[in-house]
């Protein structure tokens, strides 16, 4: 029977419990949604906005109105009351959304944003006149990951306006909303492979894909590189069997891209550092984030193992991304 009420479950957190009460609120939500309201603050020009990384950040997910909602309900409950024992959370709010709200409740917390020196990320429901030399985004996040607003996306836009060259063969692995694949092939790549282990995603970004009208470059799959095979969603907590088949490592993909994206998580980059070299062309470029400060170490360590060279690093508040070339 088809689900016509929703439950929004909302919690004010600082920026730097973003990552942590995201992933709790993916186990729980409706296909792993989560909603990022970042603090705002207007910039000089324009109607484009600038996260302020000292404001709070709003985080919100949907359950459906089912006979198991309070049960969930109170599952998110007890593990934010963990997270409240290390770090400050607002109360838990909660309101009912009818189907057809639910659909575009999401769509109030976004404006039109410039990132880097020529990107604008543009709802695709709001109307923007580009100046020249802009490159942009026309966005529909829908319930998946990567909207552009969250530090660890705008890290890795500005990284792709220096780094993409004409013709290259990019890989996004991760996609969510199609963001930085739809960049990279309107700064000029060749061809672009965007990856994702999440259907709902894949959905999402093949939708953006079409409306930036960059599908003849753009080619959208279900799946992952080498043991991210045996990965569940990367925001779930399901990182596959403890020890991965070591084959897996065998059908992934060889030696094909000039620049690859991971904008993933810490212990998703770690365990994939020995298929994203192999995945790289000699000489080839790895941009990755999603990596918070106390785990840079980590991170750049299983690289090195990996035989990539660190060649640089930015930081945006406490998130951390790093570009690496194969050796």
Known sequence: MQTTSWLEIAVEVDPESVETVAEILARYGYNGGVVIEQGWIAGDEGPEFQYDPHRPVWLRTYLPLDAQVEETRQQIEHALWHV????????????????EDWANAWKQFYSVMRVGKRTII???????????????????????????????????????EQLVQPGQDVLDLGTGSGILAIAAAKLGAGRVLALDNDPIAVRVAQENIDRNRVGNTVTVAEGSLGVGQAMG????????????????????????????????????????????????KPGGLLISSGIIDVKEEEVAAAFTAAGLQPIARHVEGEWVALVHRRI
């Open 84 to 99: 409240h024992q290390i770090r400050p959370l607002g109360p838990i709010q909660t309101r009912t959304l009818a189907e």
């Open 233 to 280: 969603h990367w925001l779930s907590g399901d990182f596959g069997p403890p020890e991965p088949d070591p084959a897996l490592h065998e059908h992934g993909l060889q030696a094909t891209f000039d620049l690859i994206a991971a904008n993933l998580i810490a212990r998703v980059l770690i365990t994939l550092a020995p298929d994203l070299a192999t995945a790289l």
């Open 122 to 160: 543009v709802p695709s429901w709001l109307e923007y006149q580009p100046q020249p030399d802009d490159i942009v985004l026309l966005l529909d996040p829908g319930m998946a990951f990567g909207t552009g607003l969250h530090p660890t996306t705008r890290l890795c836009l500005n990284l792709l």
